[in-house]
């Protein structure tokens, strides 16, 4: 069988279409685009000029009009919003006091703490919700949350009382009432969660960690990290750890880890919690 110049089209196109999947600029498809007009050209046998510049025409068509369409379409990727900008809309809980004048203010957002500012200029206190506004490099601008979706509404299964001093824990089918003196820490793992008695009892619990956060009081629990939730009387040692964090060393050793580290940002806001249990106690 004799090669014909078709032929030799046909096999460039399939080459370059080829090359495109590894090359996926559409460069390498336009010049396939260019091969197949000339292909149109040598089955009705036009001379190799016209071929020629059938396929500069075939290239140049695919280059300018074929290849705008797939880079907006078939490699257009996902935009996709970083961990900052996605803060946008959450919700989160002051750890310290939000005074712009002052230069102060953290709020917690699933346990990493941003320094934080009010919208509107207003001092917004500890322990209050609020909702993240806007993000000015890693500064937070938040106000008020005056409806917290993220409150628990009542027959949930978390209940906080300060009256009673209690925590509704509902296990499967069961449910348990805790005083919170009973608790000596929560954690989470494997999006599981679970929380430790002072003898060292665990029970896993249906509800994230961010939402017991919510139901825990602040003058007896602090949220550590993204993972841990500890209580002041399970606190055996604190030291200084590298780069301004700090180790907070557990008295349960059974199987728990050792100590539980604290980031730089939260190192203040852990050791006035500290202050203030102990001036409590």
């Known amino acids: 069988m004799e090669f014909e110049i078709w032929h030799i089209w046909v096999l460039a196109s399939i080459l370059f279409f080829a090359l495109e999947i590894f090359i996926p600029s559409f460069i390498m498809a336009s010049i396939a685009l260019g091969c197949l007009a000339a292909f149109l050209g040598a089955i009705i046998n036009v001379p190799m000029p016209i071929q020629i510049v059938l396929f500069i025409i075939g290239t140049t068509a695919g280059f300018l009009g074929v290849k705008p369409v797939m880079v907006n379409y078939a490699y257009r990727r996902k935009s996709i919003k970083t961990n900052a900008n996605g803060l946008i809309g959450r919700i989160g809980k002051v750890n310290e006091e939000i005074n712009n004048l002052l230069d102060k203010g953290c709020v917690a957002i699933d346990g990493d703490i941003w320094k934080s500012v009010s919208e509107n200029g207003q001092i917004i206190a500890v322990g209050e919700t609020v909702k993240v506004v806007d993000i000015n490099s890693i500064v937070l601008t938040v106000k008020p949350q005056t409806e ?108 728990f880890p050792k100590y539980i580290s604290i980031s730089r940002l939260k190192a203040h806001t852990f050791r006035e919690w500290l202050k203030y249990t102990e001036m409590t106690v």
Do not use: C, W, Y
Not at 167 to 193: Q, R, Y
Not at 204 to 214: G, Q, T, V
């Open 148 to 255: 917290n979706t993220e409150k628990i509404p009542s027959g949930e299964s978390i209940h906080k009382s300060e009256k009673t001093k209690k925590l509704t824990v509902k296990i499967g089918s069961k449910k348990l009432f805790l005083s919170f003196d009973e608790i000596a820490f929560l954690f989470s793992t494997n999006k599981m969660t679970f929380l430790v008695t002072n003898e060292g009892k665990e029970l896993i619990h249906d509800e994230s960690l961010d939402r017991l956060n919510n139901a825990l009081p602040d003058e007896l629990f602090f949220r550590a990290n993204r993972q841990f939730i500890v209580s002041r009387p399970i606190i055996s040692e604190i030291k200084a750890g590298k780069n301004g964090k700090i180790q907070v060393f557990l008295k349960l050793t059974n199987g």
